[in-house]
């Protein structure tokens, strides 16, 4: 029977400016998977680490992601999913995006590759949509694909790999409290003034322009967001002054990872990075919320094999 062992990764998405269309992906944080073929002809989702999460297929993201790319296959090979999560659900990071991009990813190892990391995208959605009630792509792109992605348009879907700074490194702070990517989409108003959009298209095209030239500066100055973090910065503690706090010790740009509760900055070089993640342990740890911090660099390639 076969089996594939893989690390599927955290990702940040928005990006400020690029709400649902934008995200990148990181390195040392993410869940542990392994998939194995069975033979009972059904996904079976037989052992969850480390968080309290649906075992049935039906209602776990793993389990409907996969069965999205076997339905497509018309085959009834049946896999057995084990996850380790690493990474908390409703922290902001990509939880369930890891868990639904590495679901397919193996599935399709385990089959032959006869899907390219792009078309395992549509799959992967589908365990965001049971997640959220929206099917976005910002965090299993770049979970599949690595490095940055920029999802073009949804109807019909098409998404775009975007260049890697190499010094870019990104500080990740999770106050764990929950927040659900449905409550923090359903704050949000559904309109938009063209004066904001007008200022959000135009920092989107600034980013993807300094990401192609390499433009640290100029890639700071673009993460902005007019429009979602007014709403949503409200529901993470201290949010102005961490943000603040990141610029202060160097950081080119600070903002909401995905839905939230977790908060990113971008840096350039360790040394940088290394500065803010310690003045941000500094200033939470005199306050009474738990948290986490993690300091990565942006991971090219996503899932990896690991046997
Ligand atoms: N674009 C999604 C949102 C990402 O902000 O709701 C969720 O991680």
Redesign the pocket.
């Given at each position: 029977m076969g089996q594939i062992k893989i690390f599927s990764p955290a990702t940040v998405?928005?990006l400020s400016c690029g709400?649902?269309v934008l995200?990148c992906c990181l390195d040392n944080v993410g869940d542990i998977m392994t998939i194995r073929e069975n033979d009972v002809q059904e996904i079976r989702i037989t052992k969850i680490i480390g968080q309290n999460l649906p075992m049935e297929t039906g209602k776990n993201v793993a389990g409907v992601a996969a069965k999205s790319i076997l339905s497509t296959l018309k085959s009834s090979q049946g896999f057995d999913i084990e996850i380790e999560k690493k990474i908390k659900a409703g922290s902001?990071i990509?939880s369930s995006?890891a868990s639904a991009a590495g679901a397919v990813f193996a599935v399709n190892k385990l089959m032959g590759d006869p899907f390219t990391a792009s078309q395992l995208i549509p799959f992967a959605m589908e365990g965001e949509k049971l997640a959220?009630g929206?099917a976005?792509a910002?965090?299993v792109a770049p979970a599949l694909l690595g490095g940055f992605s920029l999802v073009k348009s949804y109807e019909p879907l098409e998404v775009i790999s975007l260049p890697t700074p190499e010094e870019l490194r990104v500080v990740v702070l999770h106050p764990l409290i929950e927040i659900k990517?449905r409550d923090?989409?359903s704050i949000l108003r559904q309109s938009v003034s063209l004066e904001k959009a007008i200022k959000q298209w135009g920092n989107l095209g600034a980013l993807i322009s300094a990401l192609y030239t390499r433009d640290y500066e100029l890639f700071g100055r673009s993460l902005q967001d007019e429009i979602?973090e007014p709403v949503r910065s409200i529901l993470i503690p201290y949010f102005d002054e961490l943000k603040k706090i990141a610029a202060e010790n160097g950081a080119l740009g600070f903002g909401i990872?995905?839905?939230g509760p977790s908060v990113y900055a971008m840096c350039r070089g360790d040394e940088v990075a290394e500065k803010v993640k310690s003045s941000i342990k500094e200033f939470y740890k005199s306050k009474a919320i738990d948290f986490e911090l993690h300091l990565s660099e942006i991971n090219p390639h996503g899932i990896k094999i690991l046997s």
């Open positions: 998405a928005n709400f649902d995200g902001g990509g995006a959220s929206n976005h910002d965090n990517t923090s989409r979602v990872s995905g839905s």
